[in-house]
Nanobody
Framework: QVQVVESGGGLVQPGGSLRLSCAAS????????MGWYRQAPGKQRELVAT???????NYVDSVKGRFTISRDDAKNAVSLQMISLKPEDTAVYYC?????????????WGQGTQVTVSS
């Protein structure tokens, strides 16, 4: 069984920074795409950023220039560095990985970590 666990959420003032981290564990041969999604109250979950196995990144327009996604394949981990945070960034952030292994191949989601941007 493959699991991913996020960390790094919290309360930050507008203009502040946070770094989210996520690591996968279990029987893993490889992880292909990794990404971060978020869901604000009353809204649908949306893609924030993804990074392919080759390091190609993709961001939703609202976070371009402020968020940076990176991956560490040796640790089966992905991070999201967030700067210049805005109140509209407030949401539960979810880590997603597409894992390949002897027992399971497919999407794996974390439990989510709350990010609150407020003064």
């Amino acid at each position: 069984q493959v699991q991913v666990v996020e960390s790094g959420g919290g309360l930050v003032q507008p203009g502040g920074s946070l770094r989210l981290s996520c690591a996968a564990s279990g029987s893993i041969t490889a992880i292909y795409a990794m990404g971060w999604y978020r869901q604000a109250p009353g809204k649908q979950r949306e893609l924030v950023a993804t990074i392919s196995s080759g390091g190609v990144t993709n961001y939703v327009d609202s976070v371009k220039g402020r968020f940076t996604i990176s991956r560490d394949d040796a640790k089966n981990a992905v991070s999201l560095q967030m700067i210049s945070l805005k109140p509209e960034d407030t949401a539960v952030y979810y880590c997603n990985m597409y894992a390949y292994g002897p027992e399971y191949t497919g999407d794996v989601w974390g439990q989510g970590t709350q990010v609150t941007v407020s003064s």
